[in-house]
């Protein structure tokens, strides 16, 4: 389905990405799903801050730590 995924950590700043399998807990998994973070969730990741990840979904701004935004896989969508 997607040739390349990685973790939503090692994404840059201004890259559009698609949430393509969450790697967490069922506890973790259903926290990022009800948050909207769900598998074909389409990002744009805005910066780094320290370890963490600043994303937003639409209007949404999310500010995730190191350690969620490794269990978040993703794909770059092309063409965006």
Known sequence: ???KSFPLS????????QVVSLKGGAGLDRRLTEMGLNI???L????HE??????TRGET???LGCGMAHK???APLVGA
Do not use: D, K, W, Y
């Open 40 to 42: 074909g969730a389409e």
């Open 44 to 47: 744009l990741v805005r910066q």
């Open 10 to 17: 090692m994404a840059n700043p201004g890259l559009r990405v």
């Open 72 to 74: 978040i896989m993703v």
């Open 61 to 63: 701004r999310f500010a």
């Open 50 to 55: 320290g370890g963490g990840v600043v994303v």
């Open 1 to 3: 389905m997607h040739a």
